[in-house]
């Protein structure tokens, strides 16, 4: 049995782990808030981007553009979206396992040269480097300080490579933040565009709270979805849309603008997602930290009351004896 020294010198340890794991937990909270502030202002533009585009749509209007013609794939482009620092549980090894997951598949089918890899996010820039994968470019930066410029930028530089016939396909992979609770790891296509598919994926976000626990979650999506039905009775329509100079023009300005926003909207999910999952992670830790202090706390009471019996014992045999 640990003496009483050791018990106390593992009960301050633990505490000052707890302090910190409290303090992250807390740093990313406050973090996530503002990821989430940075979905809810780009909500606007993707909700009236995909109300025009679903209008043309159901005008029965097909667009003839390089962005979104299949064709035979030789060549893939995977752009992988991870974290640049860890204790986020299980976030950038998830990642880490599908984009090894799918390069196998795509070497597997066309050949050893066929997949380069567009990081963002420095974990997963060193282990593709690690795996000898062909990486095209280093975008840590835009995890810390996501910016709508250079995603347009790696689109379009993305669209030119497709366009060229350099690359046939690229995929995202990312995780798609649905609640502080929740973030699904998604591979989708990113070019060719399907834009029906696209406009019809799954769009259901909370960004009202970092609540984590799932009655919670389930309480505030109740209350959320009665809010929108409100809303929707009473907000007026208007797709009686003037198109010039003809529907096919109008839609090859607008596919490349939904484009850049597929992959600024990944980018805003994975970090959004990284906080999450830091902060969940840190709130595990907290609790198992306040879980071992309570263990510790009762060995340390148990060995000192054991202690002070031994010690009376003593001193009874001691008074006896005399």
């Known amino acids: 049995m640990p003496s009483l020294k050791e018990i ?35 909500l606007p533009y993707e909700t009236m981007l995909e109300h025009i585009l679903k209008s043309f749509l159901a005008a029965e209007a097909e667009a003839q553009t390089i962005y979104d013609q299949e ?8 752009v992988v979206f991870s974290s640049n620092s860890s204790l986020c549980g299980g976030f950038n090894a998830n990642v880490i396992k ?26 997963v820039t060193e282990k593709a480097r690690k795996l000898g994968y062909n990486v095209k470019c280093d975008l840590a930066d835009l995890v810390d300080h996501p910016n709508v410029r250079q995603c347009i930028d790696l689109a379009m530089e993305l669209g030119m490579r497709f366009a060229k016939g350099e690359i046939d396909k690229v995929q995202l992979i990312y995780h798609h933040f649905k609640s502080a609770g929740s973030q699904i790891l998604t591979t989708k296509t990113f070019l060719p565009i399907d834009i029906e598919t696209e406009l019809e994926r799954d769009h259901e976000r909370d960004l009202t709270t970092n609540v984590v626990t799932k009655k919670a979650q389930d309480y505030l999506k109740k209350n959320r979805r009665q809010r929108e039905q409100k809303e929707d009775e009473t907000k007026p329509l208007n797709d009686n849309f003037i198109v010039e100079p003809d529907m096919d023009t109008v839609l090859a300005q607008l596919i490349p603008k939904l484009a850049h926003l597929m992959l ?6 994975s970090v959004a997602s990284e906080h999450a999952a830091r902060m969940v992670a840190m709130q595990t830790a907290t609790d198992n930290a306040d879980e071992l202090l ?14 002070i019996t031994s010690e009376l014992l003593d001193i009874v045999g001691g008074s006896v004896n005399n």
């Open 8 to 42: 106390k010198g593992r009960i301050a340890s633990v505490n000052s782990t707890r302090k910190i794991t409290s303090a992250m937990k807390m740093v990313a909270s406050s973090k996530l808030h503002h990821a989430q502030v940075a979905i809810q202002n780009m």
């Open 294 to 307: 309570r263990q510790l706390n009762l060995q340390y009471n148990k060995s000192r009351q054991q202690a």
């Open 71 to 78: 064709r035979t794939v030789k060549r893939v482009a995977l």
């Open 98 to 123: 599908e984009m090894t997951k799918a390069v196998d598949a795509i070497t597997g089918e066309l050949g050893n040269d066929s997949v380069e890899v567009y990081p963002v996010g420095r974990k």
């Open 264 to 269: 600024y909207t990944a980018l805003l999910d």
